[in-house]
Nanobody, 126 residues
Framework: QVQLVESGGGLVQAGGSLRLSCAAS????????VGWFRQAPGKEREFVAAMNWDGGGTSYADPVKGRFTTSRDNAKNRAYLQMNSLKPEDTAVYYC???????????????????WGQGTQVTVSS
């Protein structure tokens, strides 16, 4: 089994930065594609960012392009989401997810992931 635990969420003012971490336990994390999703109050869960197994291929949702960067350190079984120039509309619970097959690619669909963390709250004040 693979377990994912997010950390790094918190309160930040608009324009600030935050770095989320996703710690993975279990084998074969280095071969998994990783995605980041978020869910704001009253809204559906939405795609934020994704990367393939080595982080060389990435994809970002339009609202976060140019502000967020996802990366990974497979030696540490950890993935990251660096969030800069945060806006109040970024406020949400953020989740990391992993897909156990097809790690050569990245994936943007919720249903394409096998494992999910419990989420970490990010609140951006104006």
């Amino acid at each position: 089994q693979v377990q994912l635990v997010e950390s790094g969420g918190g309160l930040v003012q608009a324009g600030g930065s935050l770095r989320l971490s996703c710690a993975a336990s279990g084998r074969s994390f280095s071969s998994y594609a990783v995605g980041w999703f978020r869910q704001a109050p009253g809204k559906e869960r939405e795609f934020v960012a994704a990367m393939n197994w080595d982080g060389g291929g990435t994809s970002y949702a339009d609202p976060v392009k140019g502000r967020f960067t996802t990366s990974r350190d497979n030696a540490k079984n950890r993935a990251y989401l660096q969030m800069n120039s945060l806006k109040p509309e970024d406020t949400a619970v953020y989740y990391c997810a992993a897909r156990g097959s097809g790690g050569y690619f990245y994936y943007t669909g919720i249903s394409l992931y096998d494992y999910w963390g419990q989420g970490t709250q990010v609140t951006v004040s104006s």
